[in-house]
């Protein structure tokens, strides 16, 4: 089992950059596929960026693709996503999630999931 702990929301204005966080626990955390997923009022979770076990592959939606990075640090079980250039519409709760598979979009992929931090971006 993994648990997942996000950190680093906030509000910020459009333009800013923020780092989130996500802390996993247990000693198989290299082993897993992590990715981050986001959900606004009134719409569906939707896939954000993910990243593979050793961090050699990363997928982004074409939605933050050159404005979000996502990255890796094994040896301390955290992943972070980097975002830049934020507008208005990045504002949601984000969501750090892990799978045991290759690098997933789908919410459904994903077993273990972090309980949020919300990202709000003032326009």
């Known amino acids: 089992q993994v648990q997942l702990v996000e950190s680093g929301g906030g509000l910020v204005q459009a333009g800013g950059s923020l780092r989130l966080s996500c802390a996993a626990s247990?000693?198989?955390?290299?082993?897993?596929?992590m990715g981050w997923f986001r959900q606004a009022p009134g719409k569906e979770r939707e896939f954000v960026a993910a990243?593979?076990?050793?961090?050699?592959?990363?997928n982004y939606a074409d939605s933050v693709k050159g404005r979000f990075t996502i990255s890796r640090d094994n040896a301390k079980n955290t992943v972070y996503l980097q975002m830049s250039s934020l507008k208005a519409e990045d504002t949601a709760v984000y969501y750090c999630a892990a799978t045991g598979s290759s690098i997933g979009v789908r919410v459904f992929e994903y077993d273990y999931w972090g309980q949020g931090t919300q990202v709000t971006v003032s326009s």
């Open positions: 990243i593979n076990w050793s961090g050699g592959r990363t």
């Open positions: 247990g000693r198989t955390f290299s082993s897993y596929t």
